[in-house]
């Protein structure tokens, strides 16, 4: 039996996509792994002998430099190497190198590549500042890389920010962060603001996975080939060890806006209950699902393709409810 080219093009357009739905989820989770030979450690001291307490620990620091411009005067060569900006703090004494000097104007853009953060409940940002001089600095925060919003200014006495303060929705997950020194104090050997280490405590990690990869098209039973899948993402939250887990179900619009709502809702019970049974008694998860049905869709439901994009759920892990409850 002929079958027509158009067909043809259309399976295999939805096929790749598919496939690669699956190659980038585990490209994201293979990133996971590297944390998760980490400690428990979840405070860390700042330059004044402060702890600092982050409710994911170790992820919950920026991975990677996206960009940089040392400003003019510039500071010593040695304290010109970004990358020193990056993961957990290990700033010991000022006459080691072990932190980036923007310079007089100079800016610093990072990426945190194993997490993002939100504009939740307390705090949100913290910036290992160091060195004898504190000098002020602008922050702003980006989803893309591209568009960026105003998160407020570290100084002296303050390294800390709610992005409540400036009026940031609570919805986004922010995953870049840029800081740029105000020209404030540029006469030391380190001019221009020293950063250690770029923290965020209100981070999240957050899945999001194509529900074709977990399901049969109308089904909310998980496809053996899911239990992989979902038992990397324990073996990541048993690494965590205490959290918040939201868990979020889409659909495209085929069928009645009940149906998909049902539909969404079992398929986020089925993920919920499978990662109970993986995770045992190892760990301290708060759960919480919702189907949302066909209301939030990412493309419009008009070709197989965009539907298939629709068909989604989301994992969310959030700070615990023991942290919370401990914000003044």
Not at 37 to 60: A, E
Not at 90 to 100: G, K, L, N, Q
Not at 275 to 286: I, P
Request: hydrophobic share 35%; glycine share 8%.
């Amino acid at each position: 039996m002929a079958i027509s080219t158009k067909f043809l093009s259309s399976f295999k357009s939805t096929n790749m996509l598919l496939r690669t739905s699956s190659i980038l989820f585990f490209i994201f989770l293979g990133t996971f792994f590297c944390f998760s030979q980490s400690t428990d450690r979840k405070s860390y001291r700042n330059s004044n002998g402060k702890n600092i307490y982050l409710p994911l620990g170790k992820i919950s620091f920026a991975d990677t430099v996206v960009d940089f411009y040392i400003g003019t005067p510039k500071p010593l060569r040695k304290f010109r190497n970004p990358e020193e900006s990056l993961k957990e703090p290990d700033y010991t004494s000022y006459s080691i190198p072990s932190f980036f000097s923007l310079g007089c104007g100079g800016n610093l853009t990072v990426k945190f590549t194993d997490n993002g953060f939100m504009n939740l409940a307390g705090k949100d940002i913290y910036i290992f500042e160091v060195g004898p001089a504190r000098e002020p600095a602008k922050v702003e925060i980006s989803k893309d890389g591209i568009e960026w919003i105003y998160a407020g200014e570290i100084d002296g006495g303050r390294s800390v920010l709610e992005l409540s303060d400036q009026n940031i929705d609570t919805t986004s997950i922010f995953y870049y962060l840029r800081v740029t020194d105000l020209k404030s104090l540029c006469v030391s050997k380190s001019a221009g603001a020293d950063i250690d280490a770029i923290a965020a405590i209100n981070s999240v990690i957050h899945f999001d996975m194509n529900a074709d990869v977990l399901f049969d098209v109308g089904k909310s039973e998980l496809k053996p080939k899911s239990i992989k899948t979902l038992d990397s993402i324990s073996k990541i939250m048993i690494k965590i060890g205490e959290a918040n887990l939201s868990i979020v179900g889409h659909t495209d619009s085929d069928g009645t806006e009940e149906y998909n709502y049902g539909l969404s809702y079992n398929r986020c019970y089925s993920v919920r209950e499978k990662l109970k049974n993986l995770l045992g008694n190892s760990s301290d998860f708060k759960f919480s699902i919702k189907g949302l049905g066909e209301s939030f869709p990412k493309a419009p439901n008009d070709s197989d393709i965009n539907k298939q994009i629709n068909r989604r759920v989301e994992i969310t892990l959030l700070p615990p409810n023991d942290y919370y409850g401990n914000i003044p």
